[in-house]
């Protein structure tokens, strides 16, 4: 429900609906990139190239509004900023309040190692680890569910320990990844796929077999 995100958030950051309005967190699982982002690429739906992968989200989820023809779908994607340079949505914020993966932050670590240095949290999904992304939100405005139970996400990082590793990797070490494995994972990204996203944005094109 809108009302658990927006409960926990100054109101600078909350969504512009009732409380008990119904909305669904999108996340993206490893297999995306084979089962949605090239078959997408391959069928030439880029007429204009601008991110492969955020064209392929907003694709796939115009389709799913296109199932609901009777009702209003409002989409959120995780990339879209306000004037002010806000995100229009707190994505891990939202993924916690739905259940979907659990937001750790400093705040989770009782005996504070870091000082006066910035700790950014990071999700961690009891399946897939980190090797997973929060794509957008689909609102339903005319949609009320006041009876709706909210779940808990599943703590799968629950040592103090693991917590102080996760967040360390996180925050000073993201690039080798090795904070997306800081669980035992059912599934990971490919090696095509980490190459994808290791390469600076410019040139993945050419990985997609485009031209820019």
């Known amino acids: 429900k809108v009302g ?78 306000l004037p002010s340079r806000k995100p229009k949505f707190l994505a891990q914020t939202a993924a916690h309040v739905a259940g979907a993966a659990y937001y750790y932050q400093r705040k989770d670590v009782k005996f504070d190692p870091w000082g006066k240095k910035k700790i950014y949290g990071v999700c961690i999904h009891p399946k897939y680890g980190g090797w997973f992304a929060i794509r957008g939100l689909l609102l339903f405005p005319d949609i009320q569910v006041p009876f709706l139970e909210q779940s808990a996400p599943v703590d799968c990082v629950s040592t103090e320990e693991k917590r102080i590793e996760l967040l360390e990797q996180f925050n000073f070490h993201w690039q080798n990844g090795r904070y997306r494995d800081i669980i035992e994972v059912k599934e990971r990204y490919s090696e095509e796929q980490k190459a994808y996203f290791a390469t600076p944005p410019v040139e993945r094109f050419r990985l997609l077999g485009l031209t820019q």
């Open 4 to 81: 658990w995100y927006n409960a926990i958030l100054q109101p600078a950051f909350h969504l512009p609906y009732p409380d008990d309005t119904l909305a669904f967190v999108v996340l993206s699982t490893p297999s995306m990139f084979d089962k949605a982002l090239k078959p997408f690429v391959n069928k030439e739906w880029l007429k204009i190239i601008r991110d492969p992968v955020d064209q392929c989200v907003s694709h796939h989820l115009s389709r799913v509004k296109e199932k609901f023809p009777d009702q209003k779908v409002d989409i959120i994607f995780d990339y879209e900023i």
